[in-house]
């Protein structure tokens, strides 16, 4: 087993320390859980050099053209008494 330092924002210790107490667990075997929890959720998926892609993002639909994008954003600015 390997040795580490981590350092913690203040809250996030103690919140984690206040949950290894309610479970009778040490700091480092909820460390331990959590990295395994992390690591499972979000499997290393490796990518055979040269065929990295762009992700592609849903945007919900909503299409808008970018010609209008700049009348759009105006009009709102508008609408909501944003515009100076």
């Known amino acids: 087993m390997i040795r580490t330092q981590i350092q913690l924002p203040d ?11 309610e ?3 040490s700091l480092a075997e909820i460390a331990r859980r959590g990295l395994e929890l992390f690591l499972e959720r979000y499997p290393r998926t490796p990518v ?31 609408t909501r008494g944003l515009s100076r």
């Open 11 to 21: 809250q996030l210790y103690h919140q984690a320390k206040a949950f290894a107490a």
């Open 23 to 25: 479970r009778e667990l």
């Open 48 to 78: 055979p050099p040269g065929q990295w892609r762009m992700p592609r993002v849903d945007g919900g639909g909503i299409k808008v053209p970018l010609e209008q994008l700049s009348e759009i954003a105006a009009t709102e600015e508008f």
